[in-house]
């Protein structure tokens, strides 16, 4: 089935280390984006990409990095500089913005939780 | 920055009653969406709503748009306890690629059995 994959569902990190959350998404989607959720609130952007090899800063790029090497994939790294890492992380989907079918729709992870010990 | 901010906060009703969330914007959009998400989970899409569309429907589902007001609105009829949930609208900018969507802090409903 096609859909999008985030791992690890959970993930603890001591404070001062880097950790990467993985997204991969076999839809065959150009744009792919990261959200941070925080307790009772809405989404927030950290960063999104519309194609391969090309991303732009969000609302909340502070302490955090993407990498998209691939189309399937936009792993989000979140370094010791992010003050108040631990949140649950959303990666996202939609077609792109080249293509008459963009209804600007998301398709979902089921996301990933990061708590700081 | 948020746009979209959701009325009311959270929201608790009985099986079968009708459930109405709002949504309220600041600045001109292309559409406007509203999502679901379960508990710990990731976001669903319920429906769209093109800037030029005043009401539509899906299901039990049935959301309006007043671009005067900057505001939307989203009725669940003849709700079921599997409908609790929060929801969220999203709107992207008029302008803008259509591809960078802002949400809201979302509506918390709780239907009861």
């Known amino acids: 089935d096609g859909g999008i994959t985030q791992s690890p569902k959970y993930l603890f990190r001591k404070e001062g280390q880097n950790v990467t959350l993985s997204c991969e998404q076999n839809?065959?989607?150009?744009?792919m984006y990261w959200y941070r959720q925080d307790p009772g609130q809405g989404l927030r952007l950290i960063y999104y990409?519309?194609?391969?090899?090309?991303?732009q800063k969000g609302d909340i790029a502070e302490g955090y990095s993407v990498s998209r090497e691939k189309k399937e994939s936009f792993p989000l790294t979140v370094t010791s500089a992010q003050k108040n890492p631990t949140a649950f992380y959303l990666c996202?989907?939609?077609?792109?913005?080249?293509?008459?079918?963009?209804?600007?729709?998301?398709?979902f992870g089921e996301g990933s939780r990061l708590t700081v010990l | 920055s948020q746009q979209g901010e959701e009325d009311p906060q959270a929201l608790s009703i009985q099986e079968g009653e009708n459930a109405t969330m709002n949504c309220s914007y600041k600045t001109s959009i292309n559409n406007l969406q509203w999502y679901r998400q379960n508990s710990g989970r990731g976001l669903v899409h319920l429906i769209l709503?093109?800037?030029?569309?005043r009401e539509k429907h899906s299901g039990r589902l049935r959301v309006t748009l007043d671009t005067s007001k900057k505001s939307s609105s989203l009725l669940i009829t003849a709700s079921r306890a599997a409908d609790t949930a929060s929801y969220f609208c999203a709107t992207d900018g008029e302008g803008a690629s259509g591809s960078r969507l802002t949400f809201g802090e979302g509506t918390q409903l709780t239907v009861n059995p």
């Open positions: 839809l065959n989607h150009d744009a």
């Open positions: 996202a989907s939609s077609i792109g913005t080249g293509t008459v079918k963009n209804t600007g729709e998301l398709f």
């Open positions: 709503i093109r800037s030029n569309e």
């Open positions: 990409s519309q194609i391969v090899n090309d991303f």
